[in-house]
């Protein structure tokens, strides 16, 4: 596993570049995008390693189908579940193609494989059925937390304070508990109503040409969030996208 940054085809490490260039072939999931077409992510893919392991072939594996409806993932628990029954249906599949193809195997991780990505899991999947036997070997990405920091300069919890790094489907939960800096990913919309006073550093496709910043009091930017998360996804056919956000009048770095 090959961490590949959030975007950017130069956010990846030395030590990355160098696994790329000594592995067989590369493994990716292709998913169908909403408006058809190509995967714009696999795109990207197959460019970064055109641009740092010349000749290595990617090859993809069609991702299946996941449950998103709103009846089946109302709950967190209801969520689990389908996404349980995805990392099967998925691990099925690059199981087969594992089985076909012999040798050292690259997996370009999005981001980093410590934070919300489930590659791990699914290779522990096909490792326990028994039918393969492999080692793996995770290489570290630069995260899209990193990025995000970077790029607003700042840091992303306040002096000899905490942060807590959620989903936007948990958000509301972690609020409710107490947390007054957060920070945010893999989000479907952007759950800010009611949190007018807080502040927000917002960054959209970080690393890509089309990166896109906001910062400033929620309830003054997040109708420009909207409108911008909206435009990356049509100009660019995805959109990643990563937030702090902090409570109160302090909004210090």
Known sequence: MVGIGSGGLDQITVEAVQALRESDFALAAVKRPSAGGEDPLFTRRV?????????LELVGVQDPERDRSSSSTSTHGDYRGVVLDWHEARALAWEQVLAERPGDVAIPVWGDP???????????????????????QVLPGISALQVLAARHRLVLH??????????GRRLREV?????????????SDLPLDGLDEWHIWWGGNLGDAGETLVAGRVGDVLADLRQARERLRAEHGWVMDVYLLRRGEDVSG
């Open 47 to 55: 460019e970064l390693l055109g641009r740092h392991a010349p000749g």
């Open 114 to 136: 410590a934070f919300y990505d489930s590659t791990l899991r699914i290779l522990d999947r096909i490792t326990e059925r028994g039918r393969l036997t492999f080692e793996v």
């Open 158 to 167: 306040e002096i000899g304070g905490t942060v807590t790094v959620t989903t």
């Open 175 to 187: 609020v409710a508990a107490g947390a007054d800096n957060v920070v945010v990913m893999l989000n």
